[in-house]
């Protein structure tokens, strides 16, 4: 297979997919007829990772988590994906939602810890706070800021989705 002449099409992937799940079955990987060069540039050609990222990992679902990763609510655990870091959280009800870590005053990164259980995460710059849902709950000096509408500054969430026991994101911005 190759795979740096993207973009397939729908047959040449599903044939992809077949020819891996075979593989998976019978325990075979793919042999060139002969030695094969792979060039370098594969990977390391920036312009080609961005292709990637946008085109694979920007459109497709990517496993971020195991569900056992984050057993009760307000667990919380950073993932890195392919495009940003986010944060997932265990909610009240059982579900996990996904954000993107970064602050929505001034961009800082926002939670720093790994994984953890917490119900709030205060950024460490400026002291805004957010709930494990997003919301923005507390701004710091808050009258100093004038009329701030906290609604619409709550956290950027993707698309979370859980499968058996895993969770998944679907998302262009990031993926698990
Ligand atoms: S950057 Fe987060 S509170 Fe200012």
């Known amino acids: 297979m190759v795979f740096t002449d993207l ?3 729908a047959g040449q992937k599903a044939e992809f997919a ?18 094969l060069e792979v060039d370098p540039r594969s990977y390391s050609d920036p312009a080609l990772a961005r292709r990637e990222r946008a085109e694979i990992f920007g459109t497709v679902p990517v496993v971020a988590a195991h569900g ?10 950073t993932v890195q994906l392919p495009n940003n870091e986010i944060v997932l ?9 996904g954000f993107v870590n970064i602050c929505r005053h001034r961009g800082a990164r926002l939670v720093m810890d790994d994984a953890g259980s917490r119900r709030f995460f205060s950024c460490r710059y400026h002291g805004w706070t957010f709930a494990g ?8 000096h808050e009258p100093t800021f004038g009329q701030v509408d906290k609604s619409c500054l709550g956290l950027l969430e993707v698309p979370v989705e859980q499968r058996h026991v895993s969770s998944g994101s679907w998302t262009r911005r990031a993926v698990m």
């Open 7 to 9: 973009p397939y099409d």
């Open 18 to 35: 077949r020819q891996m799940f075979g593989h998976i079955e019978n325990r075979t990987t793919d042999l060139a007829d002969e030695i």
């Open 68 to 77: 056992s990763q984050l057993p009760e609510p307000h667990d919380f655990l």
């Open 89 to 97: 959280v265990r909610q009240p009800d059982g579900e996990v939602r």
């Open 133 to 140: 849902d997003g919301t923005l709950r507390a701004i710091a």
